[in-house]
């Protein structure tokens, strides 16, 4: 098959971290006879630096003409101090609404190999980790108006605004999701303080009715928070909107061991999607060669599963994956005293991820 890839490699810890992806799926195209063409997007503060702006026009067509994006990181200190709309992270909401792409599908599973990392005890971790965050990605306060007036004092405003439309279509995201896993959506949301909650689960219950099959649960914002470091077992898909799937989605990552390992993928209407790990451009980290590149590499497992139909060379990276894992391979972010580990660069975890897909 024939695919052509943009690729962001961002800022930080981005093209560290995507260049170990390429290699994986430089791999799987020789293996089974792909041809993946990548074409490099700048997006984030190296084009704010090349072109004064995180996203140009320019760039943003190179992804929408491509078959799907894969992007690493993007962001950094180097660019705090540049206004609001001019931010690297406006590229990121800008690529993620010009590519229409409203549902981001974030899994939390805990690798068995990592359990020792999860922050949670035992005793917790035993019972399982395996639940998908299915956000909300394009509406919500982050798309909503933002302002900052003077009246005696300096005031700000950041507007949530969610139409039935936009709940509905990420809502039946949710209920296909958990009809394919264990039929279990809770709905999160804060409806005891916000209107756009009530709506928010007024239809989800409404569109429970066409899903018998998936049994819809409730549950308040603040109590999830709680209940994903308490009883995460009982959780399979979790629905909600985007500032409240952000927020849960990086805490559901640290209790299966690093944000690191987290992949994430983003669809729309159509089969081009957007994937990309679900950290940062960690510039703590960047350039020192110890990032974990497993959450990107993963990401890319997810393109060939969900945008280029190729479940069986997506099964084989995740199995690569946990091969490596077992052998005792660890980037710093998920070593732990166990005996037997090896330490491994970012530079290393691909080749080494090559090196278990070939054999
Ligand atoms: P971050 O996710 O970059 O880092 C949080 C912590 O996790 C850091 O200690 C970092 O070293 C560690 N970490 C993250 N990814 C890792 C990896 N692959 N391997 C090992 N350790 C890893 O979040 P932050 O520090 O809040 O943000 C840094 C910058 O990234 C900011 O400019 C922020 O706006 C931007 N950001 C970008 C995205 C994106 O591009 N999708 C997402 C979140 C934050």
Known sequence: MNKTIAVIRGDGIGPEIVNE????????????????????????????????????????????????VLLGAVG????DSVAGNMRPEKGLLRIR??????????????WPQLAKASPLKPEIVEKGIDFIIVRELIGGIYFGEHKTYEQGEKISED???????????????????????RKKLCSVEKSNVLDTSRLWKAVMHRLAEEYPDVELSDMLVDNCAM????????????????????????????????IGMIPSSSLGATSNGLYEPIHGSAPDIAGKDIANPIGTIL??????????????????????VGKVLSEGYRTADIMSAEEG???????????????????
Not at 43 to 56: E, F, R
Not at 229 to 257: H, R, W
Not at 299 to 320: G, T
């Open 159 to 181: 507007v949530m605004k969610y139409s039935e439309s936009e709940i509905e279509r990420i809502g039946r995201i949710g209920f296909e999701t958990a009809r394919k896993r």
């Open 227 to 258: 209940q994903i470091v308490k009883n995460p077992a009982q959780f399979d898909v979790i629905v909600t909107e985007n500032m409240f799937g952000d927020i849960l989605s990086d805490e559901a990552s640290m209790i299966t061991g690093s």
């Open 76 to 79: 950094g200190p180097k660019w």
């Open 21 to 68: 992806a390429i290699k994986v799926l430089d791999v799987i195209a020789e293996k089974h006879g792909h041809n993946f063409t990548y074409v490099d997007a700048d997006m984030g503060g190296c084009a704010i630096d090349k072109y004064g702006d995180p996203l140009p026009r320019h760039e943003l067509d190179k992804c929408l003409a491509a078959d799907s």
């Open 341 to 359: 580990l090896k330490p491994a660069k970012c530079s290393e975890m691909g080749g080494l991820i090559c090196r278990a897909i070939k054999n």
């Open 299 to 320: 990401s890319a497992a997810m393109m060939l599963r969900y945008s280029f139909d190729m479940p069986k060379e997506a099964d084989e990276i995740e199995n690569a």
């Open 97 to 110: 609404a010009g590519m229409g792409v409203y549902s981001n599908n974030r899994p939390a599973k805990i």
